[in-house]
């Protein structure tokens, strides 16, 4: 079972999930579920949609290579977490592409550009 990580009170991190986890993660209080996983990646869950909606929770999958963590593609990425209630769980097969997305979303917000961000991301190695 992947650990999920708690960054701060509107987000969290983790690989990809268990459908017990998912239950788990709607009994603590999250609001929201964002798979950032392609349905050809190892551990994908074909029903994490249903049981999501099923315990209450709302749920896009938003498949992410990490090729797409660009301005452009983050920019979608950064919209949805904007509209999604809070609190959210990202989640992709590894939790890497989750932290880097998370990271870029505060930074974003803070008003850091998002090349300083980026380059950030990239001297972490999480791209």
């Not at 209080?29 to 190892?42: F, I, W």
């Given at each position: 079972m992947n650990i999920v990580r708690k960054i701060n009170d509107e987000l969290a991190i983790a690989g990809q999930i268990t459908l017990d986890q998912l239950q788990q993660i709607a009994d603590e209080?999250?609001?929201?579920?964002?798979?950032?996983?392609?349905?050809?990646?190892?551990g994908w869950l074909a029903d994490e949609q249903e049981k999501s909606k099923f315990l209450g929770l709302?749920?896009?999958n938003l498949p992410t290579k990490p090729e797409d963590i660009n301005h452009q593609g983050?920019?979608?990425i950064y919209q949805v977490i904007t509209?999604?209630?809070k609190p959210i769980l990202i989640h992709c097969d590894n939790s890497i592409r989750s932290a880097a997305i998370v990271l870029l979303y505060i930074a974003i917000k803070q008003g850091i550009t998002f090349e300083k961000a980026f380059e950030k991301i990239i001297s972490l190695g999480l791209i």
């Open positions: 209080g999250y609001k929201s579920v964002l798979n950032l996983c392609l349905p050809d990646e190892t709302y749920y896009v983050t920019l979608q509209e999604l209630p």
